[in-house]
């Protein structure tokens, strides 16, 4: 029989992050995007709970075990409070799991001790490409070996906090193999590294992110990760589609819960609009998007931490990714819809959640759980 009751641990860390996203982030949601701006206090508050530090070994400077299921009850709860916030707070996430999924055994030694800090590492991740037709599998940034180093040519889009970056994982093609490797670059140091303006997004408008240029960038070879072995790539991308999809079923959360309790409110002719059967619908069609996207989200998750082969993990993560694309737009939308005409105003949140779902299928290799 499958039970779906999270352990002790992982509901006292829901918990946990349950009250900062309602204590910390939904109150000071509208101002952090009206001002493209987090706040460090609401950062380090977030980054207290040890999400990131628990999924590294003790042996490497965290103190617990990875889990791909608690991370992404973890995630939903964090984006529910704010996604911007959500994707800064995991930014160092895009470096620290790729090595400990991927890493040699020197790069988890000398980079995962620096995520148990007190304070969220500046390390993040270029993987995006700016053009139609993006394809992860197909990346026109390209790595050329040139004796104990390789080289790093393209541009790369949507990187979160670039610019305070100590450590940047480049994702490119290899110009010998044509395999995508992921290539460790010190930050804005590094020659021939050139980061852009800050981008000005339609949403998730307090998270920085930046385009880059890689022009003849130099990379020990010894930063390549997975080394000689390479860098498991699709097995890289699972995690993040499981990792996004989490986090838009929390937006999705969000938008489904404040516009039902605003439709039990609001009444129109003397009943709440909620008892009118076109409202009652919608909101019905949003609860069942939700719960869904939700059960597919936790099926790869489950997947991941059961080692099943990689191509039912493939299978179940894209599943995942590619519904929770959908359904967070139908249910943001059907959220602004419930409003009416508030809903077009910026001082209810439905339409913030909107411009942040839209941009969910964009966001590749932003998140990873």
Known sequence: MLDFTPTEEQQMLVDAINRYAENELQGQAHEMDEHSDIPDSV???GWEIGLLPASIPESLGGFGDYSAVTNTLAFEELAYGDLATALKLMAPALLAYPVLFSGTDDQKARFLPLFGEPAPYPATAALVESRIGFDPYDLRTTATREGDHIVLNGAKAYVPNAADAEWILVYAKDTETGKTNGFIVEG??????????REKLMGIRGLPTYSI????????????????????????????????????????????????????????FGKPIASKQAVAFMLAECAIEVDSTRLLVWEAAWQLDSDKPVNEITQAAYLAREYANKAALFVTDSG??????????????????????????????????
């Open 43 to 45: 950062l380090l508050k």
């Open 188 to 197: 804005a140091n590094v020659e021939g590294l050139v980061i852009g303006e």
């Open 213 to 268: 240029q890689l022009n003849n960038v130099r990379v020990p070879a010894d930063l390549e990760l997975g080394g000689h072995n390479g860098t498991q790539f699709e097995h890289l991308l699972n995690h993040m589609h499981i990792g996004l999809a989490a986090m838009a079923t929390g937006v999705m959360r969000a938008s489904y819960e404040y516009a039902k309790n605003y439709a039990k409110e609001r009444v129109q």
């Open 336 to 369: 602004v819809q419930v409003l009416g005409g508030h809903g077009f105003i910026r001082e209810h949140p439905v339409e913030r959640f909107l411009r942040n779902a839209r941009g969910i299928p964009m966001f590749t290799g932003m998140a990873i759980a």
